[in-house]
């Protein structure tokens, strides 16, 4: 099993965010966890999830084997500057595809973030 590095050290960052603030809410047990990855956001959603996978294994944290992750996968979206014309960018640089300008501004598919996540408290 290859799990690369990068995404092995996001997912234990992600757990441990996630756990610390779980640990504040008095919650003894995380269910799910939302992660929004962005097609431009460096970060490869099938190694994040086997990464996810392999700490699970691990019991790290305050996850089990019953903790669900949820990657929701965000396209990214360009606008040209000039023509305004909405495209999907292959690149950072976004060259439109009408004007063949690399004036397109991204509006969306760089993020990666924690969306959200649930838990609860065992002892209820």
């Known amino acids: 099993m290859v799990i690369l590095v990068h995404e092995m050290s996001l997912m234990s960052e992600i757990l441990n965010i996630v ?3 779980a640990k504040q809410r008095r919650f ?3 269910e799910r966890i939302d992660v929004i990855v962005g097609d431009l ?3 490869l959603p099938d190694a994040l999830e086997m990464a996810f996978f392999y ?3 691990q019991g790290m944290c305050l996850i089990d084997d019953q903790t669900e992750l949820r ?3 965000e396209v990214a979206k360009a606008n040209c500057q000039t023509c305004q014309l909405e495209f999907v960018p292959d ?3 976004a060259l439109c595809p009408i004007c063949q300008l690399p004036n397109g501004v991204l509006v969306s598919g760089e993020t990666f973030k924690v ?5 609860k408290d065992e002892h209820f």
């Open 19 to 21: 756990s610390e603030d």
């Open 28 to 30: 003894t047990k995380v």
């Open 41 to 43: 956001s460096n970060v």
């Open 55 to 57: 700490m699970q294994k």
């Open 71 to 73: 990657i929701i996968r």
């Open 91 to 93: 690149y950072r640089i």
């Open 115 to 119: 969306e959200s996540y649930e838990g």
